[in-house]
């Protein structure tokens, strides 16, 4: 059985496909949003103190890599969730009070563990993901070099010495 | 022998949807577990919600076991759960905490007038600041916390009867298991 | 228009699905040409009855059938007819009724343009097809009936969601499934060519054109789609690496490495097994993403409806198609190296390069999209993989890809000539240095900006040169045939995109700023002054709206009109004010009134300077006009092939039976 819990995000989010529509599970949401939403309207859009245009970039660019704990799959950035407001806010007085990037995200991991990093810490356990890639690059150019070398070897077709002058075969286009 | 490698890789992408479909039947996907059980709970300095000038603190709470619950006024979930705490609330052993997130201290009164103050301690965290250091996201969420301080169960979503049987009485008699 | 006269037809285009699918395949195998026979009668008649299911749900919808649950969950009394008709694809069930009916055009596509293909390889084609149909049919009808009842019938719909109202909904779903969809005839074509032990070479080039033609519909939907989520959502992005997107951007991924493939393939001859592959993983790809976004195994703001009973079906659906036509190709696959031979300086060799790279990428975006179930699975918590992995290991796996553009067409087939290749490298790599080095006195310096321009001036060059070069050593009107001036359209596109990306990236100005009425503020050189904001109407729609006036050194830009709407039922919808241009995007949120409520007083705004940000667009659009030129040429119409031919491949099919 699953709840929908309360406190959803208020901005209604879609892009690539489609809504998710389950009638009456629907309603539910609408109305949980709507008893939200006449209460505190929660944005996004925040003017906030910087002290310079680089603090600002700075957390910008900090606030774009954090997940939104309550929401289905966004930045605290982009969200007008209650929480991400909350947590916006303290980022921001955390980079007030001096604190660095690397600290600040340890504070929300401390709290909300791993989940809020939409950059995946180089554990034991995230080694495949990291590496896995690179792997299959190597894997797969070892096979690529295979295909080449056995191609190489096959010296056969006589067009391969009568290929000269510019290429007006219909082979070519 | 190479050329069945596609396949059996695929099979291994198969074994693993097949997992996640089961999983999703067992775990609610929006729920994050919480790095901090079995951890102290935060200190906190709280209003108590009817006596704004009064407060509490964790240090008040040190000695007894007692579950926190978070809810609001405005979370319709809660509202589900509300009847659980009031009929098997008085039946666990502890104290229950409420811890009123977020809320206009009227409404909370208004909400509870109407539904019922099935707790023994009644905080209020109007900002919402000091839930961030509990991990709390969204309501409602309950923890155990033990008579050391020490978060040893947390539970995101409305408390069902269900899940009171098979989860959090279990947790409260590891608890006692303890403290003999 | 009766709802289950709907279901009716659905039931019957499985019927003749199935006659479609199996009895072809029995005739091909037996050489028993009646059965054969069946292909394209059977075909048409299901695309005659999804037509029809298709026609009555759209009816549904706008006579306001809300008697039909899934019209009630979708629509409204309020919703104009327009976006009543994209409604229909706005769920689960309807966007599955949506897929079947695109996979109706194609088929029906295909037997009438299979007409000059030797009747039995036209057969298996049509067969496959046929079969993708019974499983997607039985699906509908088993688990997701569009046309269930809802009794009593509710007198106006559930609750209309705003951003359903836009034109990206009407066209982003259809042009995107038709792309998906697309890659069931290149899956089918090597279906046919494995089961027919690959007796018709010329297999590859009838795959060609439906190949590009997909690919160029799925670049064209996924433009859409970004385009829309920054038009319509307000927050200035693009692109956000969700599992949804990443299930579109895989096949899209794959198609690429296949377009290339069968280029080699169709030319020279080899390279066939990779190419049959390259089929099956493109059409999987596009199962696969059917099945991620309606399963609800992954996290996403745009999936589906989970439901666990869905998720089984369509899993075991795509482990049927997926792993017997793997297990096919174990079984049947080429394996005597064929086609002609070709050095490692070679445009063969570089091909490859490129197709390791974009299948490594597809490799990567898929473990980086179900590493969060895989963690789950390892027990190792919950893992978020969001934009800071895959938009690092992506651009570091399409840089050799940039890198060797260039040189690709000026490499010859089978053995490559380096002088060419010299100059190519010092006439492109001049010009982009020095475009570089004048592109960093206009940025200060920033070094994903002068990438950006660097790359475009590398790519745009190196497809120049080769313009060029045809230009010089062709005979006129030999010069540019399709193929190869889709070619050149598509590497430029990729040049712009690139450009685009890198430079709206470094060079982007967000700011959110609390304004009063005849302030200003700067951003990027543009002076925006808030001119309050005032009440306005709309048909179901109550707005505050601002207006903002953009000047640059005095002279007048734009007067932009941001509002915040609050539909009938009360639900708040940004609509940010967007000012486009070739060279820049301005772009203002409203946020909320800083006065206490006062809408006369201070606003919060978001103002956002995005800088070449249509050129991400632009160039995805040169990619698709690539794509669909590539197709056109003349060389992929097919030939009438000799009645000797085909009486010999029979021949050959019946014994080899």
Sequence with gaps: ?173 | MSRLLPFFGFVLLVVLFGFGIWWNTQHDQSAIPSPLLNKPAPAFVLPKLYEPTATVSKSDLLGKPYLLNVFASWCVECGVEHPVLQAEGPTLGVLLVGYDYKDAPEDAKRWLAEHGNPYNVLIADQPGNTAIDFGVYGAPESFLIDSKGVIRYKHIGPLTPDVVATELKPAIAALQKDTP | MTPELGQLALILALLLALAQGILPLIGAWRGNRALMAVARPAAAGQAVFVALAFGILVWAFVHFDFSVRYVADNSNLALPWYYRIAAVWGAHEGSLLLWIFILNVWTVALAAFSQKLPEVFAARVLAVMGLIAVGFLAFIIFTSDPFGRLLPMPGDGADLNPVLQDPGMTFHPPVLYTGYVGFSVAFAFSIAALLGGELEQAWVRWARPWTNVAWGFLTCGIVAGSWWAYAELGWGGWWFWDPVENASFMPWLVGLALIHAQAVTEKRGSLRAWTILLSIFAFSLSLLGTFLVRSGVLTSVHAFASDPRRGVFILAFLSIVVGSSLLLYALRAPKVAGGKAFKLLSRETVLLIGNLMFASAAAMVLLGTLFPLIGDALNMGRISVGPPYFGFLFPLLMLPVVLLLPFGPFLRWGKGDTTVLKQVLLRAGIAAAACAIVAAFFVHGQLKAIAGVASLTWLGVGVALYALKRWRDMPRGRRYPAEMAGMLLAHLGVGVFVAGVLLTESLSVTSDVRMAPGQTQHIGGYAFRFDGVHRTTGPNWRADQGVITVTRGGSAVAVMHPQKRTYLRGQVQTESAVDSGIFRDLYVALGEPMDGGNIEGAWSLRLYYKPFVRWIWGGGLLMMLGGFTCAADKRFRIKRIAESEIGESLVMQETRA
């Excluded at chain 1, 309207?41 to 680089?54: K, L, R, V």
């Excluded at chain 1, 700075?58 to 930045?75: D, S």
């Design chain 1, 1 to 173: 059985m699953r709840f929908r819990r309360s406190a959803p995000c208020a901005r209604i989010n879609l892009a690539a496909s489609s809504i998710r529509a389950q009638g009456a599970l629907l309603q539910a949401l609408f109305v949980a949003l709507l008893v939200f939403a006449s209460m505190t309207h929660a944005q996004a859009i925040e003017p906030m103190p910087f002290a310079s245009h680089a603090q600002e970039l700075r957390f910008q660019h900090l606030i774009a890599q954090l997940r939104c704990p309550m929401c289905q799959n966004e930045t605290l950035a982009d969200s007008n969730a209650p929480i991400a407001r909350d947590l916006r806010n303290q980022i921001f007085q955390l980079m007030q009070q001096g604190k660095s990037d690397e600290q600040i995200k340890q504070y929300l991991v401390d709290r909300y563990s791993d989940y809020v990093l939409y950059d995946p810490p180089l554990k034991p356990g995230t080694m495949l993901l990291w590496f896995g890639p690179l792997l299959i690059l190597l894997g797969g150019a070892g096979v690529v070099l295979v295909a080449i070398r056995k191609r190489n070897r096959d010296g056969i077709a006589a067009d391969m010495t009568s290929d000269s002058g510019p290429t007006d075969n219909g082979e070519d286009w």
